[in-house]
């Protein structure tokens, strides 16, 4: 059984490189529309918690991370991000590990 927000959806995490900023802003309203609980760090971050900790806590108590995948994914916050989503497991979804979603971002000034 999923977890869920205040609001009554399923919690979503959503991962993203910088480059691909506005893809996470447009789908952040389209999954409010459809009852999930988005995360956005442009939003919910505060100049009070250092990045790390807010995306490890973040992370945790999500149902879901939508992970908007480019090549602006490796080498960068987002990498770290999805390493902490994933962690050691071996595909086993325990309690803090939220079932990540990939899905490929295409159009962005990085995208082939």
């Given at each position: ?15 993203y490189a910088s ?66 989503a994933v962690g ?7 309690p803090g590990k ?15």
């Amino acid at each position: 059984m999923l977890s869920s927000s205040s609001k009554g959806g399923a919690r979503v995490f959503l991962s993203y490189a910088s480059d691909d900023a506005q893809s996470a802003e447009r789908l952040r309203p389209l999954l409010k529309l459809a009852g999930f609980g988005p995360w956005l760090d442009s939003e919910a971050l505060s100049t009070e918690e250092p990045w790390e900790a807010a995306m490890a806590r973040a992370i945790t108590s999500s149902d879901f991370v939508v992970a908007l995948l480019s090549r602006g994914t490796r080498n960068g916050r987002q990498e770290q991000e999805l390493r902490a989503a994933v962690g050691d497991s071996q595909g086993e979804r325990g309690p803090g590990k939220p079932l990540v979603l990939p899905c490929a971002v295409t159009g962005t000034r990085n995208a082939a």
